[in-house]
């Protein structure tokens, strides 16, 4: 009797959340493609700001160069680094001067990108997407972006001062950036997909899908620059693809929030108090506040640990001991996101075989502070590309933390939660650069592995965290296990109470459960 009751329920609910997911919204087109279109916008988006980063940073290099030191031989080409071995020469001492002021641009374009007002929009768009939907807030991140990359390439052509592109890279700011479209698309995948490993599954092909796009883009940044013999249509070409993402966006990309999933309208500062409740108790039923807390600790360690890396790698390969071209940097660059992201697959399927997402963002962690380490001690390439090998994986700390905070979130609080991971990553992505940036710039004449090495730092904290979380959670589920009541009706139609049958049914009468 008992089992026979039990499959029609389980079967009632497996319908219910079928139902919740296919509410019967017209996408237009089949879910799988919806969700290919959200992708492929997203990794138009990241592999635009990707490129950008790239030539920009480069060509900030080359353009310090030639404007402190007009006489000195040492010009960076596609194939060729301005580098000098030998530390007592003048030309290192120029290489350190440049490396010094392309390192301080860098901190100013990271303050102009992730600034106040950015941080407000993107506070708002993931909160207020749960109202009017997500398409329209696409649009947003990507006109911002699509403005700075065009500026950048005027910039270039007519070799306008340097100082400009800091405006440019505000107006971005403003926009929300990459993280905003992120934030967008996660919403998307929530939209669209089951709860627990369908999800997780489907976040790990987006971050793949991001990882091969980036990896192409970064393998052929290098190229770009040495086959057009500069940094004028690598920029043009950045402009076209954030063009592209922008166009789908707004003519093909389906609406993916179902009406009955909408919250209710509220006013502005309403709506960004909103973003705060993933962090205050009784959020979601499924999840303690604690729990929350600890994963976007976990998510900012592994932001800290990761973001700005790619920055700070291109100015300590260009110089020596390495000496790398742009090329070369390329090269590396690309190799490191498609093994990176290779791990990412691997490890999800691999873990999922025997645990818990839990355990793949430890291992996460594990690797990033394995590979900085390495990084850090790095004197010849072969420790550069042994930081490679081993950092496998090392970028998932930040996508599972997402993916377990949206598994234990309820499905109209799906644009909050998001929103409430994208407003610390806009700030912590700030802090990665700008942190990065000047310790390097303090520590170049010095020691410039410690960057690596403090950023490894980061990753250490993660762990701890981790193993406090996976403990903590085994605890709360032990003590939820040993307090919970369960009733049902023996074959005498007499009530059990865990396996104890009860003869007075006054107890039953004068008991809720």
Known sequence: MYESEEKPLLQAKETQR????NLGINLGMPRWLALSFAIFV?????SSFILSMYVMNQYSYQTYMKEKYPTSSHKSTGSQSACELNISTLAYKEQVVVQKLTSELNIYCSLATYNVIGVIFTLNLATYSDIYGRKLFFIAPFIGTLLKTLLCTITIYFNLKLEWII??????????????????????????TEPGKPRTFVIGCFETSLGIAAF????????????TDGFFYPSLISTVMVLLGLLIVIFILPETLHDSKKRSDVSFIQNMVRVTDVYKKGFSPDGKQWMFIILIVIFMMSNLANIARPQIE??????????????????????????LNIGNLAMIYLFHLCTTDEYIVLASLLTTVVSLTIEGLATSDFMLYLALGTGVG?????????????????????????????VPEIVFSLVSSLGANAIYDATVSIYRGLTFFIMAGYGFIGIILCLILICGQKGYKMSKDTTRITIHVAENDKPVVNGYQIQDQSYENSHHF
């Open 394 to 422: 090392s970028s998932l700390g930040m996508a599972m933390s997402r993916a377990i905070m949206s598994r234990i979130t309820p499905d109209t609080k799906q644009g909050s939660v998001f929103a409430g991971v994208a």
């Open 18 to 21: 079928d139902a919740a997911i």
């Open 216 to 227: 192409i883009v970064s393998m052929l940044s290098g190229y770009l620059i040495k086959w």
């Open 314 to 339: 291109t100015l300590y390969q260009l110089n020596s001991p390495f000496c790398w071209s742009a090329v070369r940097i390329g090269w590396y660059g690309s190799m490191r996101l498609g093994l």
């Open 42 to 46: 997203t990794s138009l988006h990241t």
């Open 167 to 192: 405006l440019f890279y505000c107006i971005e700011g403003c926009t929300g950036t990459w993280v905003s479209t992120l934030s967008m698309a996660y919403s998307v995948m929530a939209d669209l």
